[in-house]
């Protein structure tokens, strides 16, 4: 090549690029015009004059639309038969998203309301001045209510720390081998009815430290099952009034009971994820998983005392 026109050749295309960085554009040589193509989902560019550049063609989803506060950045490339250029977007990685099925550890809160069933239980010895062997009382349907806070490790596993109040009314009492009286001198059970039974309130109050185990399946439901060991806190101060059963009696005496016994339990459910929706940012850790709870309790203490309680609940994971 004449060593003049190369040397105007290499001035011409110095100072088309000096002339052309400011803008930041990339300029090529006087063959090779570039011009934009705005309206191309991917912003590819192609030359005009002797040599054209090939279309770019990538999917619209393959493209990272571009923000007000970010510029798009383009590389240049060859073509395969080194006879054109062509200008690229550079497709910057977004981040992955946060399904509401994929799995979040963390600090939770927990709470539930739900109805419970009592089974009967005994109590043995004699209250104050009154004395029969045992007693077997009967409760009616109640009220429970639950709060927790845990943690949970992984998709599977979660501890927590629960405590709560169950609240229902003594309805029956069936003393054994009472203290002889007048009228039941041979000492036969008798059956208290809630007409003399006053004050019949029973309150149970369990701490427990429960173990959940979830089992994964990739959708927004979340079967479980767990147990928990504690300890109950059992009151009873009811009054006993005159108590008659077919013309045999017992002299009246309080029904107290105000104990703490080792308790246990054990439960299984079903969770649903309720947020977050099918996507969110993970830039935004802070957004609380929140999920229904629909689950069977059964809970007992070591005095013989069984609870089954069917409960709704919410639980926040954040």
């Known amino acids: ?18 002339l052309a960085s400011p803008l930041g554009a990339v300029v090529l040589p006087s063959a090779f015009v570039m011009s934009g193509q705005s309206d191309n989902a991917a912003g590819a560019f192609r030359a005009t004059g002797a040599h054209r550049l090939p279309e770019h063609t990538l999917a619209p989803e393959q493209v990272a639309q571009p923000s007000a506060s970010a510029p798009v950045r383009y590389q240049t490339v060859v073509s395969p038969d080194g006879k054109s250029f062509q200008q690229l977007p550079i497709v910057e990685p977004t981040p992955a998203p946060i399904r509401a099925t994929d799995f979040r550890s963390g600090v939770y809160l927990r709470t539930a309301v739900g109805a419970f069933l009592a089974d009967d239980y005994d109590i043995g010895g004699g209250v104050h001045n009154q004395k029969f062997s045992s007693a077997q009382i009967s409760s009616r349907a109640g ?10 490790f992984n998709d599977w596993f979660a501890l927590e720390l629960e405590s709560g109040v169950l609240y229902n009314e003594i309805h029956e009492v069936i003393v054994e081998d009472p203290k002889p009286t007048k009228s039941n001198k041979s000492g036969e059970s008798i059956v208290i009815g809630e007409d003399d039974i006053h004050d019949p309130d029973q309150f149970q109050v369990p701490v427990m430290l429960n173990a959940f185990f979830f089992i994964p399946t990739g959708t927004r439901l979340r079967p479980y099952l767990g147990g928990g060991i504690g300890g109950m806190f059992h009151w009873v101060d009811a009054q006993i009034s005159d108590p008659q059963n077919d013309g045999k009696t017992i002299d009246s005496f309080n029904l107290e009971i105000d104990d703490f016994d080792f308790s246990y339990q054990a439960f299984a459910g079903l969770r649903y994820v309720i947020t977050p929706g099918d996507r969110v940012n993970e830039l935004d850790p802070t957004h609380p998983v929140v999920e229904a709870d629909l689950g069977y309790s059964w809970l007992a203490n070591d005095t013989g005392a069984q609870n089954h309680s069917m409960m709704l609940g919410l639980s926040f994971l954040f």
Do not use: D, Q
């Not at 060593?3 to 295309?13: C, D, E, G, I, Y």
């Open 1 to 18: 090549m004449n060593p003049t026109l190369s040397h105007r050749v290499a001035l011409s295309s110095a100072l088309a690029i000096t």
């Open 143 to 152: 009220f429970r209510f639950t709060g927790a806070v845990g943690y949970k």
